[in-house]
């Protein structure tokens, strides 16, 4: 191995259009087959506009230099982000991911990291780099999400990266975000659309769309069902499953894993259910697909069946998801406390309930207007303001010409 010595490595100023202060010094890489080299760099410290004089361009430098030049430093793998990735991430980390993690996360690294990162060298990726990277993808035009996907997925190769002693330290965790912009909601179907969805519909599909609706169930969770998780006595659903793509695992939360109280319509549902399938046994799925041998695949069902049926009757587009939306805010404006609607949804936090799925309907904005106009005809009606707001507002809560 080569001998270790501190360094102070050396600059000099490239005289560019926009002259820039360079770099170099010596750093020990281990090779593929375990020995070590050492080779030099060369790195870009700023502007001479940032630095005006060598010396501080050299303090720049030195800033650099204090990682190599520790005396617990080990000489970095040289390994690309894509070997890594295929060699050490999918095999060690992605498999204690839960299904639908691990899918999305090989999205992201299919359409967005690899092709982007794939041949860099993990160690040579700074945070600059980083945070150009995380830039462009804003002004590409991506949903900010979906920017804040790919972000944590790479963090999280780098992670992993630091947890195996590939690299000292993560440079994507200090990128930043653009301001997440306001939050747009879909529409959710009307009541009377609601129900001429579910009337257009053949069984077993009519009872899905109004089990999800009335008990606020994820599809995933629904699907997953089984004639033992039925609590007649209790009258109850219990949530102890979710499937995703036909793999079966626990709910996502410990939250999630809960019983749903039922009422007499989600009742006498599941009992016309229940004697559509006498043959059914304990451990069956309350939806199997039509061979039997595992529930319905969600997606397939979005499209050949909700979708179809929702463009047919000319309502409002609706999700799986957007269905236990439709629950939600039901709740809410039937004055359901918060709690009660974060625990039957199974959330983590009541925060996540208000702000992402109770919507504003015409109804409820409606019925604001009206109270407020409500109030001032009260005080219109007191001794001291009768001479003043009652002239101005009417009985019907409108502004007077």
Excluded: C
């Amino acid at each position: 191995m080569a001998r270790r010595r501190f360094q102070k490595g050396h600059v000099r100023l490239r005289q560019t259009k926009n002259p820039y202060w360079e770099g170099f010094y010596w750093e020990d890489i281990r090779l593929q087959d375990g020995t070590v080299a050492r080779k030099q760099r060369a790195i870009n410290l700023g502007r001479k506009a940032e630095f005006p004089t060598k010396q501080l361009a050299e303090r720049k430098l030195a800033e650099r230099l204090a990682e190599v030049n520790d005396l617990d430093y080990r000489p970095r793998p040289v390994i690309t982000i894509r070997d890594f990735v295929e060699s050490v991430y999918r095999k060690l980390k992605l498999p204690t991911k839960k299904h639908t993690t691990k899918h999305s996360y090989s999205v992201v690294l299919e359409h967005h990291i690899l092709p982007a990162w794939g041949d860099r060298q993990m160690a040579e990726v700074s945070e600059e780099d980083v945070q150009a990277f995380i830039n462009q993808k804003t002004s590409s035009g991506l949903a900010w999400n979906t920017v804040r996907n790919i972000k944590s997925v790479l963090s999280a190769v780098f992670a992993a990266a630091v947890k195996f002693k590939h690299l000292r330290s993560n440079p994507v965790r200090s990128a930043e975000l653009s301001p997440e912009p306001p939050a747009v909601q879909p529409d959710l179907l009307s009541d009377k659309e609601l129900d001429r969805l579910a009337r257009s519909l053949d069984e077993p599909y009519r009872t899905m769309v109004l089990l999800i609706s009335v008990t606020g169930l994820r599809i995933s969770e629904l699907l997953a069902l089984r004639w033992k998780n039925v609590d007649w006595q209790r009258r109850s659903l219990w949530v102890r499953e979710v499937v995703h793509d036909g793999e079966f695992e626990r709910p996502k939360t410990h939250r999630s894993l809960r019983p749903i109280r039922l009422g007499t319509f989600d009742l006498a549902l599941l009992k016309h259910l229940r004697k559509r399938t006498p043959e059914a046994k304990e451990d069956d799925w309350l939806f199997p697909n039509s061979r039997g041998a595992a529930p319905y695949r969600a997606d397939n069902l979005l499209e050949k069946v909700i979708r179809p049926a929702v463009e047919k009757l000319g309502i409002t587009r609706t999700t799986w998801h957007l269905l236990r939306h439709w629950h939600s805010t039901v709740l809410h404006e039937e004055g359901v406390p918060i709690k009660v609607a974060q625990e039957r949804l199974g959330h983590s936090r009541a925060e996540t309930t208000m702000k992402h799925y109770v919507h504003l309907t015409s109804q409820a904005d409606e019925s604001a207007a009206q109270i407020a106009a409500r109030r001032l005809r009260a005080a219109g009606r007191s001794r001291h303001w009768r001479g003043s707001v009652s002239t101005i507002v009417s009985r019907k809560g409108a502004v007077q010409p």
